[in-house]
């Protein structure tokens, strides 16, 4: 039995599985924090990346990589590690959280007329979180440093470097440079135009792997993947295929399916990533998900079980409750400044159990009507993957099936990052056309008739969206 390793380090923390490269079984795991510094009067999410790997060793100890015989990293996106001519770090690596680079973002968006001729380069228009967006305020704001920037590479491009130690020639996927800002989905290929319109100069960049060429060999010999970021490494965990979305709830909503073709919404409210395997990531994000819930628990004096149990007392439609649920502003719809609203309060509708269904149909709704935008993109969907905490809630598991109108897999808990990293690995180890197949014998599948007749998701979706059209005619259409 051959044993393959996946490495997720986030935002955080640093977690590895061993895993049967035939079933993907995991065998073995363990995790380590790694710090973060922030600095709240500047407003600054950075890190020195040596501590990605001084938690990597810590992850690692009690013999977890031993027999292991290929290696896949997972990292979060869109960060950005400086170097100079000669391989040095200029600063401490940008996170993807940093905030500093959202007026950046817009002059970018400025810079090139507007968010179309974005779209039409790379596939999206560029985020704070995006690494072009952190060029541009380096550029504006560490103007020194700028100018020593030689080369960039992303956290899991320099994890992959390590691990080989330090070779001539650098390397990233497409699944990761597709979050950069400056490598276009469409074409496959960098934009060095964009890169010099957001730091001023070029930059050497990492070459591009095909999904199962492997990065090279540590001096020990072990083989190493090309690695991906953490959502195509999640995506590659699960299994998906085209048809497949995922549902993610946590403090925000990431919604993401795995298509055929690159997507182009020319109004930018699609985000048009690549994948680990070859296909596509076409994204929307929402900005309230989890605390949505949280929220309405703290409002009736219980935590999210309770709230889950009393939302299962009520019936669709909450007896007339609806929340628009846009407590942060909104993302998608594009509602920034947009507040809260609960409608159709009456004396008998007044109750704990439907004010506790209101905020969970609301919430649902809002990430139902984002799966509509990827269709509208011509994006097939035919089931669904529910994850986060939340998503494990009866409650959420019960009615997300019957407003989405798809199957819903309820996965059980686990490190899909890391574990699509050693499903990389294990591809890379085969050389196959296809990675191996690993199952979910414990997925929950929950079908949108289970529970109800798939006509009175239909009828709470209208209910809501006629309330959202009112409420914001800008939303109509």
Not at 20 to 29: M, Q, S, Y
Request: glycine content about 10%.
């Amino acid at each position: 039995m051959a044993i393959v390793a996946g490495i997720d380090s986030s935002t955080t923390r640093t977690r590895i599985v061993a895993c049967d490269a035939d079933t993907g079984a995991v065998l073995r795991d363990g995790r380590a924090p790694h710090p973060v510094q922030e600095n709240p009067e500047a407003r600054a999410t950075e890190t020195d990346p040596q501590n990605w790997l001084h938690s990597l060793g810590e992850a690692a100890t009690g013999g977890l990589l031993e027999s292991v015989r290929a290696i896949g990293v997972s990292a979060q996106q869109h960060g950005l590690i400086g170097l100079d001519a000669g391989g040095v770090l200029v600063r401490p690596a940008l996170l993807w959280n940093d905030p500093r680079s959202a007026g950046a973002a817009a002059a970018l968006i400025d810079a090139l007329g507007g968010i179309e001729p974005w779209v039409r380069a790379i596939g999206s228009a560029p985020a704070p979180t995006y690494t072009v967006a952190k060029l541009r305020w380096l550029a504006e704001h560490e103007p020194t440093s700028a100018k020593r920037i030689a080369e960039v590479l992303l956290p899991h491009d320099w994890l992959v470097w390590q691990l080989l130690g330090h070779p001539k020639r650098r390397t990233t996927d497409r699944g990761d440079a597709s979050g950069t800002g400056y490598w276009s989905p469409v074409t496959g290929e960098y934009r060095q135009d964009l890169v010099e319109l957001a730091l001023g100069h070029q930059l050497r960049l990492p070459d591009v792997l095909a999904p199962a060429e492997p990065a090279g060999h540590t001096p020990e010999g072990l083989l190493i993947s090309a690695g991906t970021g953490d959502n195509m490494a999640a995506a590659l965990g699960l299994g998906l295929s085209p048809g497949d979305a995922v549902v993610s709830l946590g403090g925000n909503g990431t919604i993401f399916a795995v298509h055929d073709q690159p997507v182009i919404d020319l109004t930018g409210a699609v985000s048009s990533f690549a994948d680990a395997t070859g296909h596509h990531l076409p994204m929307v994000g929402t900005l309230n998900a989890a605390q949505v819930l949280r929220s309405m628990a703290g409002v009736l004096g219980c935590d999210l079980a309770g709230l889950s149990d009393l939302a299962q007392q009520s019936t669709p439609g909450s007896y007339g409750l609806v929340l628009l649920p846009y407590l942060d502003g909104e993302r998608t719809p594009k509602l920034p400044s947009a507040a809260g609203s609960l409608s159709g309060l009456r004396a008998e509708s007044m109750a704990p159990q439907h004010l506790a269904r209101a905020a969970v149909e609301g919430m649902l709704c809002n990430v139902a009507e984002a799966l509509d935008v990827l269709r509208a993109q011509g994006v097939t969907l035919r089931r669904v993957f529910l994850l986060g905490a939340v998503g494990r809630l009866p409650a959420v598991r019960e009615i997300a099936p019957l407003l989405f109108g798809l199957p819903v897999v309820i996965p059980p808990a686990g490190d899909y990052a890391a574990i699509g990293a050693a499903r990389q690995a294990a591809w890379a180890l085969a050389g196959t056309a296809e990675p191996p197949r690993w199952e979910l014998p414990e997925a929950v599948t929950v079908a949108p008739d289970q529970y109800h007749d798939p006509a009175v998701g239909n009828a709470v979706r209208q209910q809501y969206a006629t309330l959202r059209a009112q409420t914001y005619p800008e939303t109509a259409g």
